[in-house]
């Protein structure tokens, strides 16, 4: 089980938080990444972290030097923190874990998600 928290309303310019903390999956074995679906689009990539690497893979590019992806195993729990956030950042934010080698970027081949949580910018 994945559960999400942080997220809400921010102005343009602002940061926000989110965490997702795994439980009943063995945590330091899952690849992690969190994703971010807009109304009327699909689901996309935003960060990647897998079990065996020490930082991020990949972050989208529109996120680049924004957004931070962290993991924590001993909580088993993975954060991202947004800054300078835009309008186009408006979505649900999904985080999504899969068991393997390294973390894909196709949400299709994530096996574990959380419930969603709304960030809004507002301009």
């Known amino acids: 089980q994945l559960v999400e928290s942080g997220g809400g309303l921010v102005q343009a310019g602002g940061s926000l938080s989110l965490s997702c903390t795994a439980s009943?999956?063995?945590?330091?074995?899952?690849?992690m990444g969190w994703f971010r679906q807009a109304p009327g689009k699909e689901r996309v990539i935003v960060a990647t972290?897998?079990?065996?690497?020490?930082?991020?893979?990949y972050y989208l590019d529109s996120v680049k030097d924004r957004f931070t992806m962290s993991r924590d195993n001993a909580k088993n729990t993975v954060n991202l923190e947004m800054n300078r956030l835009t309008p186009e950042d408006t979505a649900v934010y999904y985080c999504?874990?899969?068991?393997?080698?390294?973390?894909?970027?196709?949400?299709?081949?994530?096996?574990?998600w959380g419930q969603g949580t709304q960030v809004t910018v507002s301009s």
């Open positions: 999504g874990a899969v068991f393997g080698s390294n973390p894909p970027k196709d949400p299709t081949e994530y096996g574990y």
């Open positions: 009943g999956l063995p945590f330091n074995r899952l690849n």
């Open positions: 972290f897998g079990w065996r690497s020490g930082s991020p893979e």
